[in-house]
């Protein structure tokens, strides 16, 4: 195949729309070792098999959010369900715990409601929830439950840290506060009046405790102690504490901790060779990443030779400083990068790449990149999607809507127009 320079008569020789489709294209080999949970179009959670591609949507408005890719999690909560395991705070009010109080994300009733007892007039009557997790030690972890209003708006969700957190108003679907510097805390809308709590501690510490409490103000205050009693209170389910910046997809469990694998997705062979041009072509991609990392990688098994759209800080391997990277490393170990406008995450990121010898270009959300300096291409016999060539430096966990590639050199102009 010739290199064209009329974007007008191309078409792409691979197009993956999975945001369309929602299906897997035969010529992708996909694993994951293990069960998943994704929302479908009538935002309910679902469990896919092992091995079972998973496409999402937005669990408030159905919108189809393409393929999930995600790294390997653990949920540590071992019950996410049953409320009744866990411990109570032994100086606050008593707790009352009601099973099959609601209907859950997953369309059962199993949410639990909790509000206090009022039985203890003179103690603070806020329901407190924890678990201890005794001397498991994390870089970071996250702390995630589903909740709902029920009489009360308030919850706050204890980090993994053991004593910071965030606070949520469950009925205008906001952060309210968080309670230190290392926290960032995530709210999202799940429909029908459901909102996923979620609270990240960046500290490196002693993994001891979790938990949960409802709050009866804004302010964080404590519910007034009153020993009147009454049922205004919270529905919950889906507890979920994991290692990690950002939380996942929820893993159930029962009993024990469980643990998701890694979604793997990766085109070679014939089904690679079909449609890639080994004289040069122009990559095109729309995706929603939870955290930075390696949205694709095109390679032969050699560390030095591979095309690669990284959006960390420093892309391993190759001496990248800016972030919204693209590299080329080509047979002779010379690496070009071309630095774009930082895509940052949780955004949808739309991006295009030419790849030629001798003439790279690039373009980020209508935005084009610097010149592109010059390189040899490299040879490329694999596509990797959402990680790197060795599967497991700065993977990306996200959505990815679409991937398109076309066996020719588009314009600038095309790049810019192709990713507005």
């Keep these: 195949m010739s290199i064209k320079h009329l974007y007008e008569d191309e078409r792409p020789s691979l197009l993956l729309d999975f945001a369309n489709s929602k299906t897997l294209d035969p010529r992708i080999t996909f694993t994951r070792n293990s069960t998943a949970t994704y929302v479908d179009e009538l935002g309910v959670i679902k469990t896919a098999a092992s091995g079972e591609a998973r496409f999402d949507h937005d669990p408030a408005t159905g919108e189809s959010l393409g393929l999930l890719i995600e790294e390997e999690r653990e949920n540590f909560n071992n019950q996410s369900v049953d409320f009744s395991v866990y411990s109570e705070h032994p100086t606050a009010g008593l707790t009352v715990r009601t099973a099959n109080a609601g209907i859950a994300p997953d369309g059962t009733n199993t949410a639990f409601k909790i509000y206090p007892s009022g039985s203890q007039p003179g103690v603070y009557d806020r329901c407190w929830i924890f678990r201890n997790f005794g001397n498991l030690n994390l870089a970071s972890g996250t702390n995630s439950v589903f909740a709902k209003a029920d009489g009360k708006r308030y919850l706050h969700v204890f980090t993994v840290y053991g004593g910071y957190g965030a606070q949520f108003d469950l009925q205008d679907g906001v952060v309210t506060s968080t309670h230190d510097s290392s926290i960032t805390a995530t709210i999202e ?68 901790t469980v643990q998701r694998l890694a979604d793997e997705a990766s085109i070679t062979g ?64 010379t690496t070009v990068q071309i630095g774009v406008v930082d895509p940052n995450i949780n955004v949808t990121i739309k991006n295009a790449f030419r790849v030629e010898a001798d003439n790279h270009g690039a373009a980020n959300n209508g935005s084009l990149a610097t010149a592109a300096p010059t390189a040899p291409m490299p040879l490329a016999t694999t596509l990797q999607i959402f990680t790197a060539s060795d599967g497991t430096s700065n993977p990306m966990s996200g959505y990815l809507h679409r991937f398109a590639y076309y066996p020719a050199f588009l314009s600038d102009t095309t790049l810019e127009e192709l990713t507005k």
Excluded: M
Aim: net charge negative; proline share 5%; glycine share 16%.
């Design 270 to 333: 014939t089904n690679f060779s079909s449609w890639y041009n080994p004289s040069g072509g122009t990559i095109v991609t729309s995706f929603y990443p939870f955290n930075e990392g390696k949205a694709y990688t095109l390679h032969n098994g050699s560390a030095n030779q591979r095309i690669i759209l990284d959006t960390t800080d420093a892309g391993t391997g190759f001496g990248i400083t800016g972030v919204g990277n693209y590299a080329v490393s080509n047979p002779g170990d």
């Design 189 to 256: 809308d799940y429909g029908n009046g459901w909102y996923r709590c979620s609270a990240t501690d960046s500290e490196t510490s002693t993994f001891n405790q979790c938990g949960l409490y409802v709050s009866d103000s804004a302010t964080g205050a404590d519910i007034v102690p009153s020993g009147s009693g009454g049922t205004d209170g919270i529905l919950i389910w889906g507890y979920q504490t994991e290692k990690g910046s950002f939380p996942t997809s929820y893993i159930p469990t029962s009993g024990s």
